[in-house]
């Protein structure tokens, strides 16, 4: 069973394009983090969700309660963007995991 | 500086031996959690808790154990390590339920032969 469903599953842009990222979920949910790892295998926490949008310099987070949906946008996209992108929800306690989005910028 | 730290990085071992990752926070913060990450399955919860001496189940608990006697720490104990154990392992740690940003450690990379 996937809880989670991030799309697409790889990723390829040039430099300075916009960037979408989906999210999909089936369970009721507390609050939707973005995650960014990085490479080298280390994870950076981007953002949290529970209602309507955020945003972070280029980084841009929405989420619709009703449908279950949550997008990351990158605007201006540039190659230090290049990394895998974890959506996770959180029940109360409990974390549930997207398989990841691999982003690669190309300059 | 907030850190979340995890011993060992890499770890061989055999399978069978006892063994202990440990996982430390700076931040006074009172949600840790374990998980593992494998190709294709992406992360997976292990164990959470929410303070001292409160632990739970997360979605793959088998063959672990958790304890937390101390605020800043949460080892995760594989009691007799099977090669199916092999996984890269996180730590996280978040300021209880309202925390807003998620604190990951490094990762430590384990292998069982």
């Known amino acids: 069973k996937n809880e989670v469903e991030q799309s697409p599953q790889n990723l390829t842009a040039q430099e300075g394009e916009f960037i979408t990222i989906n999210c999909s979920y089936s369970?009721?949910?507390?609050?939707l983090h973005w995650l960014q790892q990085h490479p080298g295998g280390g994870i950076v926490s981007l953002f949290m969700l529970s209602s309507g949008k955020k945003k972070h310099g280029r980084l841009i987070a929405t989420i619709n309660i009703q449908e279950k949906h949550s997008s990351l946008h990158i605007t201006a996209s540039h190659p230090r963007d290049s990394a895998v992108y974890i959506c996770a929800v959180r029940d109360f306690n409990k974390f549930y995991f997207g398989s990841g989005t691999k982003l690669n910028v190309k300059p | 500086e907030a850190q979340v730290t995890q011993n060992p990085r890499y770890l061989i071992t055999v399978t069978g031996k006892k063994l202990t990752v440990t996982c430390s926070q700076n931040m006074n913060h009172e949600y840790m959690s374990w998980y593992r990450q494998d190709p294709g399955l992406g992360l997976r919860q292990i164990y959470y808790?929410?303070?001292?001496?409160?632990?739970d189940k997360g979605d793959v608990p088998e063959g672990y154990k958790v304890s937390r006697k101390e605020k800043r720490n949460f080892p995760l104990i594989l009691e007799s390590p099977s090669p199916n154990q092999t996984s890269l392992y996180f730590c996280?740690?978040?300021?209880?339920?309202?925390?807003?940003?998620?604190?990951f450690g490094e990762g430590s990379w384990l292998t069982v032969v």
């Open positions: 808790s929410m303070n001292v001496e409160v632990t």
């Open positions: 369970v009721g949910i507390s609050a």
């Open positions: 996280a740690s978040r300021q209880g339920s309202t925390g807003n940003t998620i604190y």
